[in-house]
């Protein structure tokens, strides 16, 4: 059962969820492809009980990919219909066109600088602030932690540094987490490595091997790999702990 409660900010809703006990900071988990799904409303559930006020934005709905959307287009994925699965990939890129186009990434960082702002208030968070997203939310946890020096800890699950990002705007250690599998992106990493050293960012990235992308979605049959999962689940948990003390 899901824990949070959804609350409106300007132009966007936010799944907010909040710990029992002790406040240790701030986390904002930025969702995949597949939109404000319950998937990522139930991380965002796990994350506050280890301590965090954590804010799910929902920045999906703005280019069209509402999370029925999401769901339909998962359920199009797991189909075991070969019909429907072929309608996947041209679906896929009708709706998500309005969200390649540039304005669109301007609104969304502003969007999450608006959860930035309203964590920032919130008692016991004390300007510990950090970030995490998943595929789609992987970029965009990169794009908010170069755009926003209020950010204290990044960490990104299978996601790459949007084009045009500016390195030189990271101010914070950022832990990278990927599948050995997952080509596009370990074709690029070494290159965002180079980046990231030259910008003298403390980047670290774990690959997993046999892994590929979306291994920590456990609702994801094709990909969800437990060994991995469960092992980024500890190391993003200790860098919190470490750089939000």
Known sequence: MLKGNTIEFDGFTGYVTRPQGEVKGGLIVIHEIWGLVDHIKDIA?????????????????????????????????????????TRLQPLMRERMAPVQQPEYASWAISALKQVVDWLAVQPGVSGHLAVTGFCFGGTYSFALAAADDRIQAAAPFYGAPPQGTDFQGFDCPVRAFYGETDARLIDGLPEVEQRMSEANVDFEATVYPGAGHAFFNDTNTHAYVEAAATDAWQKVNDFFEKTLA
């Open 45 to 85: 559930d796990r994350f506050a009980a280890q301590g965090y006020i954590v804010v799910a934005p929902d920045i999906l709905s703005h280019g069209g990919v509402t999370p029925e959307v999401g769901e339909e287009l998962q359920r199009l994925r797991e189909s075991a219909d070969e019909e429907e699965r």
